[in-house]
Nanobody
Framework: QVQLVESGGGLVQAGGSLRLSCAAS????????MGWFRQAPGKEREFVAG????????NYEDSVEGRFTISKDNAKNTVYLQMNKLRPEDTAIYYC??????????????????WGQGTQVTVSS
């Protein structure tokens, strides 16, 4: 089991930037997928970005491609989501999650077995 703790959310104006962090502890594998999801009020949870624990492959949801960057610091067992050019529609609770294998890059939340508590991101217009 992997334990995940997110941090870095907050309030930012449209066009601004935030960086989310997800510290992982417990048993990890190089074939794991680390993912970021988000859920806005009244909407379903959606995939934002994913990265293999090895760092060799990444995937992004279309609306964040080119604005968000997922990365990983192996020494700190931490995954980051750098969010630039934020829009009001990016407002949501952001969750870090882990999947036991590379299938997590498909972006289905059913593939992820461990979840963090979530961090609020609010983008004002």
């Amino acid at each position: 089991q992997v334990q995940l703790v997110e941090s870095g959310g907050g309030l930012v104006q449209a066009g601004g930037s935030l960086r989310l962090s997800c510290a992982a502890s417990g048993r990890t594998f190089t074939t794991m997928t680390m993912g970021w999801f988000r859920q806005a009020p009244g909407k379903e949870r959606e995939f934002v970005a994913g990265i293999l624990w090895s760092g060799t492959s990444m995937n992004y949801e279309d609306s964040v491609e080119g604005r968000f960057t997922i990365s990983k610091d192996n020494a700190k067992n931490t995954v980051y989501l750098q969010m630039n050019k934020l829009r009001p529609e990016d407002t949501a609770i952001y969750y870090c999650a882990s999947a036991l294998g590379p299938w997590g890059l498909r972006g289905s939340d059913a593939d992820f077995s461990s979840w963090g508590q979530g961090t609020q991101v609010t983008v004002s217009s």
